[in-house]
């Protein structure tokens, strides 16, 4: 079945204490994105990558990382989680722009 | 100004309604359109992207003016099923989607 699978689904952590969420794709899509979503704000882009090794920052990169070594995996890295990255996160792959995207079940983050 | 804007509604409609929703972008260089629906705490998931000449899909029509650059989405006789939140999405090109902030469809019986 062609998805877009990231973990964990739930995740409560602490201030500063570094963790990855994992995203892995198997459609063979070029594209991948990392986003939040807050309330009243929608979904806001975080990075995206167009190809391996090819990264770039989107609305909202502070205090993210991300790396794409593989074409299917692309993870979202915290290094030093805050409590305003609290937020339900997507990852989303596309073959190209003009076909949209398909999301992961998400990744609801707590930062206490 | 936000990319893209939409009514966040919510709208509460009966069954057998049919109801329209708009959404205007700001960047005239915008590509691909696209309407995702997005359910309570799951993932947004494609309805249909949205072509210039318009398109139809069942009971949903899409609609695309870019001289006044806004969309609109049409849902016909309107089902249970069909409460959720509506998105609105523009590419600007390349991998760069801007989410509108959701429209809340609740279809009563």
């Known amino acids: 079945e062609a998805q877009v699978t990231q973990n964990p689904r739930y995740l409560i952590t602490v201030t500063g204490k570094k963790l990855t969420v994992t995203c892995s794709q198997n459609m063979n899509h070029e594209y991948m994105s990392w986003y939040r979503q807050d309330p009243g704000l929608g979904l806001r882009q975080i990075y995206y990558?167009?190809?391996?090794?090819?990264?770039d920052k989107g609305d909202v990169p502070e205090g993210y990382k991300v790396s794409r070594k593989e074409k299917r995996n692309f993870p979202l890295i915290l290094e030093s989680p805050s409590p305003n990255q609290t937020s339900l996160y997507f990852c989303?792959?596309?073959?190209?722009?003009?076909?949209?995207?398909?999301f992961g079940s998400g990744t609801r983050l707590t930062v206490v | 100004r936000k990319e893209v804007e939409q009514d966040p509604g919510p709208f509460n409609v009966p069954e057998g309604a049919t109801v329209a929703f708009n959404c205007t972008y700001s960047?005239?260089?915008?590509?691909?359109f696209f309407w995702y629906r997005q359910d309570c705490r799951k993932e947004p998931k494609l309805l249909m992207s949205?072509?210039?000449s318009g398109n139809e899909d069942g009971r949903f029509t899409a609609q695309l003016n870019r001289a006044s650059q806004y969309i609109s989405l049409l849902i016909r006789d309107s089902k249970l099923s069909d409460s959720a939140t509506y998105l609105c999405v523009v590419n600007i090109g390349g991998n760069q989607f801007y989410f509108g902030t959701g429209t809340s469809l609740t279809v009563i019986p």
């Open positions: 960047n005239s260089a915008s590509q691909s």
């Open positions: 989303a792959s596309s073959l190209s722009g003009s076909d949209g995207y398909t």
């Open positions: 990558s167009m190809n391996v090794e090819v990264t």
């Open positions: 949205v072509y210039s």
